[in-house]
């Protein structure tokens, strides 16, 4: 694509290098928004995920990691986050996009960027998460001996943090996470162990955050439940024998919200049945967590990349 290339200067030193495709002139009302793209492990934005929004209209800004192509330096959690800090900034005050107009997206390891820039930058519009996780160290323990796991332990919290959750859930806005089906880089066993895909306890812990008396034991468990569904049948099952009315999830959350406000986390679902607990819990989770039948590195359709739903 045509797009204009930049270097930035962040903080620590290190040359950041971008590309900005502009669709705000196009007839595409999309194109206002501008979605800022964090590429994955070994990914660029020449050839990684910034293809997705750019077929879906959207104005797009990408930027390669410390060290990767033509940024410098090395990809530490320190530097990542120092060049989504420059990102940012160069999205706001130089292609002059509000944060309300701006959508974070990111691919698997870029996570970290994207939860660390939704902490860092809380009026920005939304946060797109596809084919990641909560935390590193799960994943970094099922490749190393049993023996070694509280040195990768200690190694990875001292100097690979990526608490992709933790920082998720100081983030307010809408959030939608993309579940690879067949993923087999963030899953601790095999791909067909669906359940062991860390994107799993990346909504748990989300919706545990913002929603933890829906998320009791009862919301909990069948949450569990619908996430190891195998099929969109079964999902669907699971969704329909607990008789969830959307109707009504919709008029809870919404007159919580207009007497409480936004702010997270909600003690909605604290005086409700078993059964609004789990309705709830469901619904909730039907929409923050969207499937996508695919291996780790499959492209990403541009049908497939949709905004997050919100009240």
Known sequence: CNGRR????????????????DRRGTAE??????????????????VGCISTPLEAGYSVLGWNHPGFAGSTGVPFPQNEANAMDV??????????????????????IGGFTATWAAMSYPDVSAVILDASFDDLVPLALKVMPDSWRGLVT?????????????????????????????????????????MSNRGNDLLLKLLQHRYP??????????????LEASSQLEEASIYSRWEVEEDWCLSVLRS????????FPWSVGEDMS??????????????HLHNFEATHCTPLPAQNFQMPWHL
């Not at 930049?6 to 495709?21: H, Q, R």
């Not at 009302?29 to 020449?46: D, H, M, R, S, T």
């Not at 990102?87 to 107009?101: C, E, K, N, S, T």
């Not at 919580?256 to 702010?263: I, L, N, V």
């Open 274 to 287: 078993a059964d609004g607990r789990r309705q709830l819990a469901l619904f909730l989770a039907r929409k």
């Open 29 to 46: 009302p999309q194109g206002q928004k501008l979605v800022i793209c964090c590429e994955g492990n070994a990914g660029f934005y020449e």
């Open 213 to 226: 008396r829906v998320m009791a034991e009862e919301g909990l468990q069948v949450v569990r439940q619908w």
């Open 154 to 194: 200690r190694t990875v919290r001292q100097h690979l943090n990526l608490n992709n959750a933790e920082q998720l859930c100081r983030y307010l806005g809408p959030v939608l996470l993309i579940r690879r089906t067949k993923d087999e880089i963030i899953t601790t066993t095999v791909p067909e162990d669906i």
């Open 87 to 108: 990102v940012v900034q160069f999205a706001i005050h130089r292609l002059g996009f509000q944060p309300q107009d701006i959508i974070i997206y990111a691919w698997s």
């Open 6 to 21: 930049a270097k930035l200067l962040a903080c620590d030193g290190n040359e950041i290098d971008t590309m900005f495709v």
């Open 256 to 263: 919580y919200q207009a007497e409480h406000g936004p702010d």
